[in-house]
């Protein structure tokens, strides 16, 4: 059974950062695409960054030059590091594991900036 457990969310004020965590455990984790979407109140879930296993990564306009998504294959976990954390970052944030035939969502995770 495949589980993807998040952690790091969280209340911080604007211009700060914050680091999101995905673990996921009954999968062979290295051969899949990793990423991170957000819902925000009112609005449907949207792409923040994807990394594919050779490494290359993608990123929504907003958060280019302030987000960065990185894996560890070795403890089958990826993370997004948040600097310069905007209000219009608020939102929900999901990791997601998928491939050509699979897909598989974490719980999600509250990050909340505001001062």
């Known amino acids: 059974q495949v589980q993807l457990v998040e952690s790091g969310g969280g209340l911080v004020q604007p211009g700060g950062s914050l680091r999101l965590s995905c673990a996921a455990s009954g999968i062979t984790f290295s051969r899949y695409i990793l990423g991170w979407y957000r819902q925000a109140p009112g609005k449907q879930r949207a792409l923040v960054a994807t990394?594919?296993?050779?490494?290359?990564?993608n990123y929504a306009d907003s958060v280019k030059d302030r987000f960065t998504i990185s894996r560890d294959n070795a403890k089958n976990s990826w993370h997004l590091q948040m600097n310069s954390l905007k209000p219009e970052d608020t939102a929900v944030y999901y990791c997601?594991?998928?491939?050509?035939?699979?897909?598989?969502w974490g719980q999600g995770t509250q990050v909340t900036v505001s001062s």
């Open positions: 997601k594991l998928y491939g050509s035939i699979l897909e598989h």
């Open positions: 990394i594919t296993p050779s490494g290359t990564t």
